[in-house]
């Protein structure tokens, strides 16, 4: 079988040999990461078994690159796509629950991603736009993938230059150790329920504004809200939160407010949004 050696535009290795094209990303000659370019016909919706091996890989997410960037990182995904990310989820959240994709080791040196913790002066709300019985895996796994995958595929992750290809790290834990990449600090279901997701002194990764993360807890209504609003329930639990945890003069806006480019927490946030604020700084819906 006939095989090739090339430069590609960006200075790498590309050696081709059959159907099959390997990149090699190289930095002052050096080897930096190995990226296997999908054929046309699976960029956009791999087969399980082909991401599953992948994602076994410590580099999985430059493996995955042209998956991730044509089907899993778009804001406005067609419904096809939604499906296809859905399932993507459900099989990391799958992996890393059963420990099959590699992490970081605790025991290696790595960045510490909450150096630039500030002190918290924003509550950010959001929605997680998925169903409110989402799992705690699945919201865990969607972090993993959105927030920190693409965060290590760039130059620059969080202020640390060129992390990609190693294996990716969070910093943050759970109450088992387990490695965890919640974009989230607290989790409130329709039920009023509340889940504590981070702790505080962790930067959430959650409104795609460093300066926002590095001062903000994020509170996630569980459900998707873009055309409807949460229930009372959620909306009193929320604030109990703000009240115990958190100073009163702090300040609370919408994802939307910070990111005038997004629509979360939902079309109607404007309208929910004061009786949040009430509810959290003076404990009832009225003012007076």
Known sequence: MKS???RTKSGNRAWTCGYSTVVVHLVANQVIGVRFPLPAQMKSQPTDEYLRKQLKTPDWYVRLKDFLEITVFPLNPTKEELKIRKEFYKLVSEMLENNEIPLADKSSENPDFDQEREKIDTIVIHHTKEKPDVSLTVLSAIGLVRQYANAYLGDNTWGRDKLRPQPIWSSHFDDNNKMVFYAYHWLIMPSGTSQRLLKDRYIGRHS???SVNARSVAIAFSGD???????????KETARIIRTHYDEAITIVGHQDVRPDRDCPGKFWPEWKLKLINLSHFGSVDKN
């Open 208 to 210: 795609g504004i460093q």
């Open 225 to 235: 809200y873009t055309d409807s609003s949460p229930t009372d329930k959620q909306l």
């Open 4 to 6: 090739d050696t090339r």
